[in-house]
């Protein structure tokens, strides 16, 4: 456990070492995102259709691959879990630049690298989430969660430029590279780490294997406080990754953004996020957590339904940036107090479970969001879509826990009530 008067990341605490793992990880994935759609383009020159289905193949296979896994990793130390994904992300990124370097690289590789790597990152979440669980002081978790969502935004901020930089240079290729490295990085953190894992909760009698998988959305969909923010987060997350497409078309082929516009309506207001985490604690002191939930749960939804009306120039430069600003300071505030309660409200026994049942559950219904928006916009038009997309994120927030949260005494037994509707 962190002691009083120690800095949460103290390079020395065993925090100190998980949090320099995840931030190198971070960074790597940073610097390579969007690489395995533009090395499909890039080096293989596929269709349009081949890179929206490597996309949708690596979230949907990779959500049912995960699936069983939670059952898995619930009953096992979590540490080797998280080594082995990071493996597992480390090898198969890295066959992509070999297999180009020797002129073996096909479609078929890049659709397996793109679902295995997905499918180790659920794996990893769900064994990180119930290790830090188990890690850090319930008094600290606020402040682990916000440590590791400010890392989120400095890495999205910095990365993608710095990658454009490498493939300007290196090549299509060379970021996946530097992915590759930086999940060994990862790995041998997570090895560093010296605390003793608690035992893993004991597996109960077997109730049937259909069961056994349904186990993380039972005791989602049967806490108080967990169903309201499981609904909202799928909404909100659909319609959001709905929108993202669509504003990048919007910005590159209706108000023909340059290229660094582009990366600066991108990379700018990841700043926005950076600050939202830096005052999730002290925000969370002054109005407590239901409060903050309700409040930036809210604030994080107007900002998608302004931007069908962008204007041309640099105005609608600067109204985009300022839009996705907005919505990324609410997002850095709500996202440490999401976990940390989240974190708080499951019990042991199924942390690992719940956290792949919401991994699973968005994986899977991102993609059909993110179609909906590519039908209206062949129909309708790209800013229609648009719309659509802002009118629902808006809706998102009337599926807030607007009747209350458990309160920490009734905390527990709330917990426990799911968990055994969960494994009954």
Known sequence: MITPGRRLTDVHSDFGRLWGAYAVSAAGSAVSAGALPLVAVAALHVSTFQVSLLAALSAVASAAISLPLGGRIEHRHKRPTMITADGVRCLVLASVPVAAALGLLTFVQLCVVGVLQSAAAIAFSAASTAHLKGLVAP???????????????????????????????????????????????????????????????????????ARELMTGWRYILGHRGLRPLFWNAMLFGGSIMMSSPLVAVLMLRDLHFTPWQYGLALGLPCLGGVLGSRLTASLTSRLGPHRVLLLFGVLRTPWTILL????????????????????L????????????????????????????????????????????????????????????????????????????LPSPALEESSAKSAGSTATA
């Open 139 to 209: 008094s600290d978790r606020l402040r682990a969660a916000a440590q590791f969502e400010t890392t989120d935004w400095i890495s999205q901020s910095v990365g993608p430029p710095t990658g454009g930089l490498l493939i300007g240079v290196f090549g299509a290729t060379a970021t996946l590279a530097v992915d590759a490295l930086s999940f060994l990085l990862s790995a041998l953190g997570v090895r560093q780490i010296r605390r003793p894992e608690p035992a893993p909760p004991a597996r109960t009698e077997s109730r049937g294997r």
């Open 308 to 327: 069908p009306w962008l204007p041309f120039g640099t105005l609608g430069l600067a109204a985009l940036v300022a839009a996705d600003t907005g919505l």
């Open 329 to 404: 300071v609410a997002a850095g505030v709500f996202n440490p107090s999401f976990t940390t309660y989240r974190i708080t409200a499951t019990q042991d026994h199924v942390m690992a479970r719940v956290v792949t049942a919401w991994s699973v559950s968005s994986k899977t219904a991102q993609p059909l969001f993110i179609v909906a928006g590519g039908i209206i916009a062949a129909y309708a038009g790209v800013r229609t879509a648009i719309l659509v997309a802002g009118t629902l994120c808006l809706a998102s927030a009337l599926l807030l826990p607007w009747s209350g």
